[in-house]
């Protein structure tokens, strides 16, 4: 969700057509404006990115689970206590592959899976090829009830906010690693807004038409809100780079604040790319698999850092 003129631009433009049609409606029929708006917001966007698995990890066993009649499709390696990978908005499961292997070799069964209209998923309840975050958080759930409590859940960008809410909501987690998560929503419709044209008339009907769409404030689904209605949160590992256009580290550093025996790595240098290339940054996954440790060797360590990246944390007191 960044701008045309910011963000990394993995993005596709948005048609010069779509702000000029949304400009208008802004000015003259705010209403209509919200109503289509409300459908590009649930549309997961046409990222450039392969859907194959790294070089090295052979396709895994196909797994599935259903969350009210809506299949969500995944594969598994591995045996021992399950740890799940969820990737972010108009992501793939590959896109957290490179942790398959050290995870199966440390002694975990590892799970990786499409979140709802994304690649082999089916959609929930709205149109083919649109969702929400509490779909999202849906699928997560039920992956997680389906094929046993979760070790660790291992998320990047969205898939880090719908695991957040999927904890809230009663998913069995022990351990959570949030790679770059999605800061609030409050960031991400100022920059939505202003990439498809249109103004505060249409983004205040967009946040009323989300809330009922999700049965819930919108809001409420950040994740530093989320964690203020956690009893006893699982240990949390944040792992976000400065340089990162798309998901704003000081929201992070936020989250870090308000959530009870969690800690921020902090990488350096990744560049305009920083949301993506941290899933392929040799500091950042030691860092994620020091702290998730090895199958039945005891509570995951917390190290200080990892190969140079800075850490710190909210031990709680």
Same mark, same amino acid.
């Given at each position: ?41 649930? +549309?997961?966007?046409?990222?450039? &990115? ?81 969702? +929400?975050?509490?779909?999202?958080? &849906? ?13 660790? !859940? ?25 790679? #770059? ?20 008339? !249409? ?24 964690? #203020? ?25 936020? !989250? ?9 790595? +902090? ?16 500091? &950042? !996954? ?32």
């Amino acid at each position: 969700m960044a701008g045309d003129g910011a963000g990394s631009g993995i993005e596709p433009p948005v048609e010069r057509r779509v702000r000029r049609v949304l400009g208008l409606l802004e000015r003259f029929a705010p209403a209509i404006g919200a109503r289509w708006a409300v459908e590009l917001w649930c +549309t997961p966007p046409a990222v450039e &990115a392969s859907l194959r698995m790294p070089p090295g990890v052979s396709p895994g066993r196909p797994v599935e689970a259903l969350w009210d009649g809506h299949r969500i499709a995944g594969e598994a390696w591995g045996d021992g206590p399950a740890v799940y990978l969820v990737h972010g908005w108009g992501g793939c499961r590959a896109h957290l592959g490179v942790f398959v292997k050290p995870l199966v070799d440390a002694g975990y069964r590892v799970f990786a899976f499409d979140l709802p209209s994304h690649n082999d998923s089916e959609p929930g309840d709205l149109a083919a090829g649109r969702t +929400t975050i509490v779909e999202c958080a &849906a699928a997560v759930r039920a992956f997680v009830r389906t094929h046993g409590p979760a070790h660790a !859940i291992v998320a990047h960008s969205l898939g880090a906010k719908a695991t957040a809410l999927a904890v809230a909501r009663g998913a069995a987690v022990d351990n959570l690693v949030f790679l #770059a998560p999605m800061g609030d929503f409050s960031w991400y419709l100022d920059v939505f807004a202003d990439r498809h044209g249109f103004g505060p008339r !249409i983004r205040r009907g967009l946040v009323r038409r989300l809330d009922r769409r999700l049965k819930m404030p919108l809001y409420d689904t950040d994740i530093a809100s989320v964690a #203020a209605t956690l009893d006893g949160p699982p240990p949390l590992l944040v792992v976000h780079d400065p340089d990162d256009p798309d998901s704003p580290y000081e929201m992070s550093r936020a !989250i870090i604040d308000v959530w009870p025996g969690s800690r921020l790595v +902090t990488t350096r240098g990744l560049g305009r790319l920083a949301h993506y290339r941290i899933l392929r940054h040799r500091p &950042a !996954i030691n860092a994620c698999l020091e702290f998730v440790g090895r199958a039945n060797a005891g509570q995951s360590t917390q190290s200080s850092g990892v190969g140079g990246a800075a850490a710190e944390g909210n031990s709680g007191d």
